[in-house]
């Protein structure tokens, strides 16, 4: 949970920023704010990265009874659909 708690620390540095941007037209507020969302990004995919692992971590440790069942096969086409039509006669 420590992560989210870092997520939301950034994002609400970024509250004054925004607003002097869009409220009062500062473009250096503005430059503040697209650094600040780069680093949004670059934690963001860090962290998606972080639960994939976990995730895979922990499904490749699961009993293998909890695997999904492959899926049934499906019936076979009857014999008449497979053949060729018969050539014309000339």
Same mark, same amino acid.
């Given at each position: 949970m420590n992560n989210f708690g870092k997520l939301k620390d950034l994002v609400m540095s970024l509250e004054e920023d925004f607003s002097k941007f869009y409220d009062k037209n500062n473009a250096a507020a503005?430059?503040?704010v697209r650094k600040g969302m780069?680093?949004?990004k670059t934690m963001?995919?860090?962290?998606?990265?972080e639960v994939q692992?976990? *995730?895979n971590a922990g499904a490749a440790t699961a009993?293998?009874?909890? *695997? *999904?069942?492959?899926p049934a096969k499906k019936?076979?086409?009857p014999a008449a659909a497979k053949k060729a039509a018969p050539a014309k006669k000339k």
């Amino acid at each position: 949970m420590n992560n989210f708690g870092k997520l939301k620390d950034l994002v609400m540095s970024l509250e004054e920023d925004f607003s002097k941007f869009y409220d009062k037209n500062n473009a250096a507020a503005g430059t503040r704010v697209r650094k600040g969302m780069q680093e949004l990004k670059t934690m963001a995919q860090a962290f998606r990265t972080e639960v994939q692992n976990t *995730k895979n971590a922990g499904a490749a440790t699961a009993a293998p009874a909890a *695997k *999904k069942a492959a899926p049934a096969k499906k019936a076979a086409a009857p014999a008449a659909a497979k053949k060729a039509a018969p050539a014309k006669k000339k």
